[in-house]
């Protein structure tokens, strides 16, 4: 009897591979990389620009130079406390003729 769902063995994009649909685009915004980060930088000095633009300028500039910040996620469970462990695991096994 074959098995059945999950992925079969070399479906899929292989990793590394260029996503095609998004190629071209990404192409073009990269020709207007260096413009775009003068404008950043520009928008953040600007003494007349609103400081939530330049905040703004500056963490776009941080991001693209160092990466996005990892975010933090606390779990808990019911009423705010902590998640419950699993202490049992069940198999049952089922007859489809019975």
Do not use: F
Not at 57 to 70: C, H, M, N, P, Q
Not at 72 to 96: M, Q, Y
């Amino acid at each position: 009897m074959a098995a059945r769902g999950g992925a079969r063995p070399g479906a899929g994009r292989k990793p590394g591979s260029v996503n095609k649909s998004t190629a071209d685009i990404k192409a073009l915004a990269q020709d207007y990389g260096a413009e775009a980060l003068e404008t950043l930088a520009k928008l953040m000095r600007g003494t007349k620009t609103p400081a939530a633009a330049r905040v703004a300028a500056a963490k776009e500039l941080i991001d693209r130079g160092y990466g996005k910040a990892t975010q933090a996620v606390e779990l808990t469970g019911k009423d705010a406390g902590p998640i419950e462990t699993v202490s049992r695991v069940t198999r049952t096994i089922v007859d489809p003729k019975a």
